[in-house]
């Protein structure tokens, strides 16, 4: 079955780094595009960075850009999120998820709070 292991969240002081990591199983991950989101209290849950499966273009939300960077491993079948000059509006529970076509799988969620 499909499965996810989240890890690398925790408490940060502003402008602090923080790496994510999402291992998948279960699914042929070098098929999958693979995506962070962010769900912060009381709001909706939003993208922060994606990678392609073939050529592994990036995409992010403009709120990050030049400070976060994904990558992934497909040997490991393993994505990250290094995200650097981390600020109070970055808390959050992030989640991996993984999408090709109609059919996509959550990871658990791992939580990063910055704060001093």
């Known amino acids: 079955q499909v499965q996810f292991v989240e890890s690398g969240g925790g408490l940060v002081q502003p402008g602090g780094s923080l790496r994510l990591s999402c291992a998948a199983s279960?699914?042929?991950?070098?098929?999958?595009?693979m995506s962070w989101y962010r769900q912060a209290p009381g709001k909706e849950r939003e993208l922060v960075a994606s990678?392609?499966?073939?050529?592994?273009?990036?995409n992010y939300a403009d709120s990050v850009k030049g400070r976060f960077t994904v990558s992934r491993d497909n040997v490991k079948n393993t994505v990250y999120l290094q995200m650097n000059s981390l600020k109070p509006e970055d808390t959050a529970v992030y989640y991996c998820?993984?999408?090709?076509?109609?059919?996509?799988?959550w990871g658990q969620g791992t939580q990063v709070t910055v704060s001093s």
């Open positions: 998820k993984a999408v090709r076509a109609f059919r996509d799988y």
């Open positions: 279960g699914f042929t991950f070098t098929s999958y595009t």
């Open positions: 990678i392609t499966s073939a050529s592994g273009s990036t």
